[in-house]
């Protein structure tokens, strides 16, 4: 099977935008099975956010991802890294050959959806 020039250029620039500083993840659709990508990572950084019962520090990082590995990324999809697990909090910027995820921490309870509550009982 013959490649077009699309495909070369999208795998070349795949390769170009993750390049030596990938780190394996295994990025899971909200309602799907895991898969193993390579991603470029940003440095994990916390934000104060005013919790019901005080100040709260989720952990942020973004990620660059392929969109050859991860054709449509969508807010709450879920990466495991090191063995922690991160929500795709926001797509910040996304072309067709690449997409940079802002991630917070899901055991830190920093994304409030029906799946998602930190601060004890309710």
């Known amino acids: 099977m013959m490649s077009t020039f699309g495909d070369l250029m999208k795998n070349a620039t795949d390769k170009g935008?993750?390049?030596?500083?990938?780190?394996?993840?295994?990025?899971?659709?909200?309602?799907?099975?895991?898969?193993?990508?390579?991603?470029?990572?940003?440095?994990?950084?916390?934000?104060?956010q005013r919790g019901a019962r005080g100040e709260m520090l989720p952990q942020m990082r973004s990620c660059r991802i392929s969109k050859s590995d991860v054709a449509a990324p969508s807010v709450d999809d879920s990466l495991l890294i090191d063995g922690v697990t991160w929500s795709v909090d926001e797509i910040s910027d996304e072309t067709d050959f690449a997409a940079t995820l802002e991630l917070v921490t899901i055991e830190q309870g920093a994304r409030h959806g029906e799946n998602f509550y930190s601060g004890g009982e309710r």
């Open 17 to 48: 935008l993750l390049g030596s500083f990938e780190t394996t993840v295994t990025y899971t659709p909200r309602n799907g099975d895991g898969l193993e990508i390579s991603s470029r990572l940003g440095p994990i950084r916390s934000a104060p």
